[in-house]
């Protein structure tokens, strides 16, 4: 099927060929065939056309740290600091989770963060087959990664052996496997080691969080006399490709450590910020060349799966950590929820809109109060909007929604499915 998206502002986030101001986009099944600027000239029999006047399109947002099923616990132990708030509220209900919770609280993340422009999204938790049928059926794209946490960290890598299993045998291409050890302070040392081996036997990146919090720091340094990093070299964790959230409470030679084994830094400015973890030095780590993507987290420490919040929210507080307004401009924070997201789940021809590449966009309606005037497109996405101006999705060529509808969700079902789970479960 071809797509032609006409008489539309483009923003290609290609360095060569940036901003299109008036032109189309082609797309035939999977892929972007043509991007220029102008009139399609080419014969229109067989193709869906789209009128892009008024909207921009752009590269569909990279979540590149969340918890999708988790959202089935948005607002659960508000205002408690991080591990009380596991351990009293999150831990105990997340216990009962069964299919059903699994299913719906995906559910109901993907819809959100259709909504809000989200294409790609890298996920850790329990139960992923369920996640796994969840997000083939919306056709969105997503990175999988089964939490390794506590004692029965034998057992779940057993089960992310059998993840990767059915993955690597999925005929949608749509989803990717990654090992997702929870963090070296809920982890012992033996089972730190068997992931990094396991990793680099099966050829597998690596989730984590890393460094989120002081006390979580503190923890590894009475236990081992090393710094987060220093365990992770030394457990051999970084000898993969990894992509670490948070990292927060780093020295210097942990940011040092994390350069030269290429690991990722996910930013997750909301989710710090509520649960009072601190300020990751990203200017720094841009500075050093580490690569910095955004992630939401959780809702419950959120509590939603908003880029747009986030872009914004992540380039505002660093402004004032660092206490200079010239930093992380609008165009720096998209780049780090684009390319730089497909660049740290490893994930190729994502993130920018160029012949060849996937067919992952969004289209924003430039035409809304707060997006009027148009005198900077890059600012006006990341400070003026707040993703309800995304009112088309596209995911590898099919068109998830359209007009601000989606084509194959019933997302009344599911909102109403949601709120009776979720009542069951309070
Ligand atoms: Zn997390």
Avoid at 164 to 193: E, Q, R
Avoid at 367 to 382: E, F, G, H, T
Wanted: proline share 2%.
């Amino acid at each position: 099927m071809k797509i032609l998206i006409k008489n539309t502002l483009i923003i290609t986030m290609d360095k060569d060929n940036e901003i299109i101001d008036k032109g189309y986009v082609l797309i035939k099944d999977k892929k972007i065939v043509k991007v220029d600027s102008g009139e399609y000239e080419g014969k229109l029999e067989e193709v869906k056309v789209i009128d892009g006047n008024n909207y921009c399109v752009m590269p569909g947002l990279i979540n590149c740290h969340t918890h999708a099923s988790m959202t089935l616990l948005r607002g659960v132990g508000e205002g408690l600091p991080l591990m009380r708030w596991l351990k009293e509220k999150i831990w105990p209900m997340e216990a009962k989770f069964t299919e059903k919770h699994i299913r719906i609280g995906t559910e109901i993340a993907c819809l959100e963060m259709f909504r809000s422009g989200t294409t790609t999204f890298n996920d850790m938790y329990f139960m992923e087959q369920y996640v796994l049928d969840v997000v083939r059926n919306y056709g969105m794209r997503a990175v999988l990664g089964l939490s390794i946490i506590g004692d029965k960290w034998e057992e779940q890598i057993k089960q992310t052996i059998d993840l990767i299993d059915i993955i690597d045998n999925d005929k949608s291409g749509l989803m990717k496997v990654m090992f997702a050890p929870h963090s070296p302070y809920t982890l012992n040392y033996d089972a730190l080691k068997q992931v990094g081996q396991l990793a680099k036997e099966y050829k597998k990146d690596i989730h984590i969080h890393i460094s989120e919090t002081k006390d979580e720091v503190n923890i590894i340094k009475d236990k081992y006399n090393k710094t987060t990093c220093e365990l992770l070299l030394d457990t051999g964790i970084f000898n993969s490709k990894v992509v670490g959230a948070h990292c927060i409470h780093l020295t210097d030679s942990d940011i040092n450590i994390m350069k030269e084994n290429n690991v990722s830094a996910v930013y997750n400015p909301q989710s710090n910020m509520k649960l009072a973890s601190g300020m990751a030095r990203i200017v720094e780590m841009n500075e050093t060349g580490i690569n910095v993507c955004i992630g939401t987290d959780g809702t419950s420490s959120n509590n939603n799966l908003n880029m747009f919040e986030e872009m914004e929210t992540g380039a505002l507080l660093q402004k004032l950590k660092y206490n200079d307004a010239t930093k992380l401009d609008g165009k720096t924070m998209l780049k780090m929820a684009t390319i730089n997201g497909a660049k740290a789940l490893g994930i190729e021809k994502v993130g920018m809109l160029k012949e060849g590449y996937k067919a992952d966009m969004i289209m924003v309606n430039l035409n809304k109060p707060n997006m009027v005037p148009n005198n900077d497109i890059y600012s006006n996405l990341v400070f003026s909007a707040n993703g309800s101006e995304v009112e088309y999705v596209i995911v590898d060529g099919n068109i998830i929604m359209e007009k601000g509808e989606f084509t194959r969700i019933d997302e009344e079902k599911v909102l109403f499915e949601c709120n009776n789970i979720s009542k069951t479960l309070i």
